[in-house]
């Protein structure tokens, strides 16, 4: 009887591991039920219950775990050791907030519920986004990047204000479903009417916000059109398919120059060959750019003073490298091996070459309309804000998201990098150009709608080829309160710690 009673303890303890990792995961492309985000911690919560310390930090590293395991899945397309390595990393930070969540659920204060459990939550997301590297992929802000309202705010939090709200919500109703029996639904009211407000306040800003309209632009229209080449990342570097790649974008070029672009966009290393290594190959893409007469921002791999750079060029009409930028921020395992020298080991994990890093924050000026500048993200870059913050501040009027997400197949992955960028548009109020290889590319506004993406006849945005032409605002001169001051909002959840810290030890004295 006793081993049955353990038996069902132990099943039910796993499935509400498995049920809130589920719904955070479904609350993310390419499922996209964001309100899910807002209840996904409350099974967690439940489950953390009269739990020990040990059993605290296990269960919610486990839910952590499963939850990657569910995000970051199509990374096996690269490697399963390093997917593997990086989801046990991952859930980790879910185990310190599980322990930090029970030490304050049971506080009488309701504020330090509602306040402090969020700002363990952010702090914990940003120091994700910085340590070894960082990697802010699927902050729980992004769940919401279709949820207009409630985005907005970033423009004065950044991502980091939403992810608090959505994890204020998730504790305010695991503290009603507690208390109401005990409270009455009028003492719940009284008790978490601060998040209401909060909620009430973040819903008008945002609806207030959406609700403006755009200034009229001082000078003429911007049209940019981005290329889709579709290339499969096992033809990429395959020096038989050269000829095949620069012939797809060189049609696809053609096809979107008949729209009068002011300039044209190809992703991320759409040359496929190391640009100084290979003139000959680079001299058909200048000749071609002669013919059509319109600027072109490319991609390639170039090499400069021994050391090999993931760039991005801006050639003029007359085929002329006018400027270059140098990827600043490299994907650890994709770009270069961390302490390689250290543990030669890591280097079986992804065996690559080293791509260095970049050392300016490069600022573009349009070779037609040199009033029109931007700034240019490769890869991965839109995930750090900070780079786009810097950008602007040097005069960006709209960022550049050059990308190839063909390592990670036909999975979420594209659509997961896609919602970083929306949150970029609107901490910045600048307008966000996406050029993927194989998805997904498009136009975002700065209020954060994604307004045009590639698409062929079946609506499919990835794995498909194409182009896209838009006018884009560049014009543009106001600097959001993020831009300026960045991340304040971090500052402020630290203090909220730190009170929470205070009050803690003081109930403890008493």
Not at 25 to 38: G, I, K
Not at 486 to 502: A, H, K, Q, R, T
Request: charged content about 15%.
């Amino acid at each position: 009887m006793l081993r049955t009673v353990k038996k069902t303890a132990l099943a039910r303890e796993w499935v509400l591991c498995l049920i809130p990792a589920f719904l955070l995961a479904a609350s993310f492309p390419l499922f996209n039920f964001e309100f899910l985000a807002w209840v996904s911690f409350v099974p967690l919560f439940f489950n953390l219950k009269n739990k020990s310390k040990p059993k605290v930090f296990f269960l919610s590293f486990l839910t952590g775990v499963l939850f990657w395991l569910g995000t970051v899945y199509w990374l096996i397309h690269v490697t399963f050791a390093g997917m593997l390595l990086l989801v046990l990393y991952l859930g980790l930070y879910f185990g310190i907030f599980g322990l930090a969540a029970v030490s304050v659920l049971n506080h009488p204060r309701v504020g330090l519920r509602v306040i402090v459990i969020p700002a363990v939550w952010v702090l914990l997301e940003y120091a994700r986004a910085h340590l070894l590297s960082g990697f802010p992929w699927a902050l729980l802000s992004h769940s919401q990047y279709l949820n207009l309202p409630v985005i907005q705010i970033a423009d004065i939090t950044g991502a980091w204000g939403v992810s608090f709200l959505v994890m204020m919500v998730n504790v305010a109703i695991y503290m009603v479903v507690v208390e109401s029996r005990i409270l009455g639904r009028g003492g719940v009211l009284r008790k978490y009417g601060i998040v209401l407000l909060c909620l009430a306040i973040t819903f008008g800003y945002g609806y207030y916000k959406l609700s403006l309209t755009p200034a009229p632009q001082r000078q003429t229209p911007y049209t940019v059109s981005v290329i889709q080449g579709n290339i499969p990342q096992e033809l990429k570097w395959d020096i038989r398919s050269r000829r095949a790649i620069i012939n797809k974008y060189k049609e696809l070029t053609a096809q979107a120059v008949s729209r009068k672009p002011d300039l044209i966009i190809w992703p991320e290393a759409s040359l496929p060959v190391v640009l100084e290594e290979e003139p000959d190959y680079f001299a058909q893409v200048y000749g071609f750019i002669k013919e059509i007469k319109t600027p072109l921002l490319l991609g390639a791999v170039t090499l400069e003073n021994g050391s090999y750079y993931n760039s991005a060029l801006l050639m003029s009409a007359d085929g002329e490298i006018q400027q270059k930028y140098n990827k600043l921020h490299l994907v650890p395992f994709g770009e270069y091996i961390p302490f390689r020298q250290t543990f030669p080991f890591l280097a079986t994990i992804v065996p690559i070459g080293d791509i260095s890093p970049g050392r300016k924050y490069s600022v573009f000026s349009s070779p037609q309309h040199p009033a029109n500048r931007f700034s240019v993200l490769i890869c991965f870059e839109d995930l750090f804000p900070e780079l786009s913050r810097v950008f602007v501040q040097k005069g960006a009027g709209f960022l550049v998201v050059m990308t190839n997400d063909a390592w990670f197949g036909k999975t979420s992955a594209a659509y997961q990098h896609c919602a970083a960028s929306v949150f970029r548009a609107v901490e910045n109020r600048r307008p966000v150009v996406r050029s993927a290889n194989t998805g997904i590319s498009g136009f975002v506004d700065p209020k954060g709608r994604i307004t045009a993406l590639v698409a062929d006849n079946n609506a499919e945005n990835i794995f498909i080829d194409g182009y896209l032409t838009r006018e884009v605002d560049a014009g543009s001169k106001h600097i959001s309160f993020y831009t300026r001051a960045g991340d304040v909002f971090i500052v402020v959840c630290v203090f909220c710690v730190l009170c929470g810290i205070i009050f803690s030890f003081r109930k403890k004295s008493s």
